[in-house]
């Protein structure tokens, strides 16, 4: 079972496969729906990055998480479409920022266009996430607009780097939260509020949601070292040369461990030569910092399966169970 392309999770049960099969397909209609405009330029940037793919992990995360409810009901889809239009708006921003050559495999949109054309079109696709959320009402338009917050001020973090006297890790992981958990979590709340799932089921999915999205967004950057070739859309070790540091690199700065001395020299640079990315990348995939990471990981995976212990047992319970599984396993 795929989310169109990428999130691979076995759902047995017959009539779940069947209604999130369906309610992905919705989908992926009122997506491209919604991003038709009278300009074909417009249409042409605002389309990019939706017709590259993705794994459309937060639409099936509010499909699993109504169906804890009732996935048929009205505004399931469109609260799907309003969390992927948003996560979509923010890979356009972050590219710019990045100054990233390819999303997604294909080349980004400030790459194809420039950076005016990416920062706008990203600006659009809020602009019509905002257009579905007003007819969801207020309580969604609140939740969304807090949601955004914590993205804004995620991205402000990661910015400006840890205060004097913050740890780095920590800072890390807090901005993991903000920037990847937050929009995550509300995938859950949609899904379990328009799903019509009690207001304490509610409380433990969006919890769930948080956790498993920390836990995605460390995977990610788990397969950006240890494979080979990564589904991401971008060449392995593109963190390591942009000069970002996720947490296996953080864990190896701050550890002593011997074997990693070489590499806490090489992190300490700029490693645009070829040859001292290989090596670093070489190191980093085989040092205890990669190992803590895959710990940490497996960490909130198990954080987020055990606030399922509040959600009532069914398929769908199950399948959110297999995604803490997946978010594991696809790093190996």
């Known amino acids: ?48 990055l939706m017709l590259a793919g993705g794994k459309r992990f937060r639409p099936l995360l509010v499909l699993l998480a109504a169906a804890v409810g009732e996935v048929g009901r009205p505004g399931v889809v469109p609260s799907a479409v309003v969390v992927e239009l948003t996560h979509l708006a923010t890979l356009y921003h972050d590219d710019v920022m990045d100054e990233a050559a390819v999303r997604r495999g294909a080349p980004s949109a400030n790459l194809r266009w420039d950076n005016t054309v990416a920062i706008l079109t990203g600006d659009l696709l809020f602009a019509r ?28 973090r990661e910015t400006v780097g840890p205060a004097a006297g913050d740890e780095p890790i920590e800072h890390y992981l807090r901005v993991v939260a903000e920037k990847t958990g937050s929009l ?44 080979e070739v990564t589904d991401l859309g971008k060449t392995p070790g593109t963190d390591l040369r942009e000069g970002i ?37 070489a190191l980093l995939r085989r040092s205890p910092g990669l190992d803590r990471a895959r710990e940490v990981l497996a960490g909130y995976a198990a954080q987020a399966r055990a606030t399922l212990q509040e959600v009532p047992p069914g398929p769908a319970r199950d399948a959110l169970t297999m995604l803490c599984d997946f978010v594991v396993s696809r790093t190996g």
């Open 129 to 156: 996430a905002s257009d579905i959320l007003a007819d969801l009402g207020p309580e969604a338009v609140r939740l969304q607009a807090r949601t955004f917050e914590r993205l804004v001020t995620g991205q402000i």
């Open 245 to 281: 540091r996720t947490l296996a690199m953080l864990h190896a700065m701050a550890g002593t461990d011997p074997s990693e001395a070489r590499l806490r020299e090489l992190l300490a640079t700029e490693l645009t030569d070829d040859a001292a990315h290989a090596e670093a990348l």
């Open 184 to 227: 995550i979590a509300t995938a859950a709340r949609f899904g379990g509020l328009f799903g019509g799932v009690e207001p304490a089921v509610v409380e433990a999915l969006t919890g769930y949601g948080e956790l498993i999205g920390i836990a995605f967004q460390l995977s990610d950057d788990i397969i950006d070292i240890a494979s």
């Open 1 to 48: 079972m795929t989310g169109r392309a990428g999130v691979w999770i076995d759902l047995a049960d017959p009539e779940l496969r069947c209604a999130i099969t369906q309610g992905l397909d919705q989908v992926e209609a009122l997506l491209r729906d919604s991003l038709a405009h009278r300009d074909p330029f417009v249409q042409e940037t605002s389309r990019h």
